[in-house]
């Protein structure tokens, strides 16, 4: 089966510069998420999107974090600016539709320094 | 929102020992999913499961709806079965809510 894939892999800047991930669902995926895990705590989430349109974003920290997905496809999460407690792992998943199996990408492990 | 209680928090096992793994649900779920997070972080899907019984291998997970929990089942365990198993529930429209995760550690 295809896979979601995500970039970068690994992202290493300093606090109040601009950060920028992107993710591509599997092809055909109406439903995209993007979740937040901290070491050691289960993935939160952070926005969804069914088709470009976002369902939930109540977890989006909306003065520094942004998110969008144009053409239904592809999505991009920004946050500027980057603050300490932003270091975490950034996590894109998509499902057929909203109540279906979730499949997650290999992830954005960021550190703020 | 809904809270997720997953059990036990940690579990060591030597290879080719059973195990079951638990999750409790504040309220009730029409979404029920189980994940594995191996040690390089990744997340794969292992059921979709908001009721009855499914069967994956030496995998298997049961969900009560009515009593608001769901056990994961892993029969004759092996070393890459390490890592952290994950419970998330929902009502809404896709929205998971995940539990703290159990971190299971076999040893050969």
């Known amino acids: 089966e295809a896979e979601v894939a995500q970039s970068p892999r690994y992202k290493i800047t300093e606090k109040s510069q601009a950060v920028a991930f992107w993710c591509d669902p599997i092809?055909?995926?109406?439903?995209l998420y993007w979740y937040r895990q901290i070491l050691g705590q289960g993935p939160e989430l952070l926005v969804q999107?069914?088709?470009?349109?976002?369902?939930?974003d109540s977890q989006l920290p909306k003065d520094r974090f942004s998110a969008e997905r144009l053409k239904g496809v592809d999505s991009t999460l920004k946050i500027q600016p980057a603050e300490l407690g932003d270091s975490a792992m950034y996590l894109c998943a998509s499902s057929l539709e909203g109540i279906q199996p979730q499949h997650f990408g290999d992830g954005t492990r960021l550190s703020i320094l | 929102g809904i809270q997720v209680e997953q059990s036990p928090p940690d579990l060591i096992l030597q290879e080719g020992a059973n195990s079951t793994l638990r999750c409790n649900f504040s309220d009730s779920v029409n979404n029920l999913q189980w994940f594995h997070q191996n040690p390089w972080g990744q997340l794969i899907n292992l059921f979709y499961?908001?009721?009855g019984t499914k069967q994956n291998g030496r995998l298997s997970a049961t969900t009560v709806a009515t009593e608001r929990y769901s056990l994961l089942y892993i029969s004759s365990s092996q070393t890459t079965d390490s890592g952290v198993y994950f419970c998330?529930?929902?009502?809404?429209?896709?929205?998971?809510?995940f539990g703290q995760g159990t971190i299971l550690t076999v040893h050969p």
């Open positions: 998330a529930g929902g009502t809404s429209y896709g929205k998971l809510t």
């Open positions: 999107f069914q088709d470009e349109s976002v369902v939930d």
């Open positions: 092809s055909g995926h109406a439903t």
């Open positions: 499961i908001p009721s």
